[in-house]
């Protein structure tokens, strides 16, 4: 049974890479150039949004300074034992 998936996805895939192989040998070098461009802008696109996402964080409820949490700008090695266990 698993020998027969393993057939079928190679096969598949050995289809699907001569397809890629037949367009690139067969298509204009332009319609080649366009379609890799809107991967490309794509990817840039996307990745532009994910980027501003993490140096801009959206404002939550759960972001807010919380009084049991403790202060992020007092790092935990200079902390005392005590002030540990009550965090």
Known sequence: MLNEEETVNKDEEEKKRLQ???????????EIMARSEAKSNQFHNKLNEILDLVSNPPESPSSTTNLSSPDPAVAVF?????????Y
Do not use: G, H, K, N
């Open 78 to 86: 200079s902390m005392q034992i005590p002030d540990l266990y009550v």
């Open 20 to 30: 890629i192989f037949t367009s690139f040998r067969d298509a204009p070098f332009e």
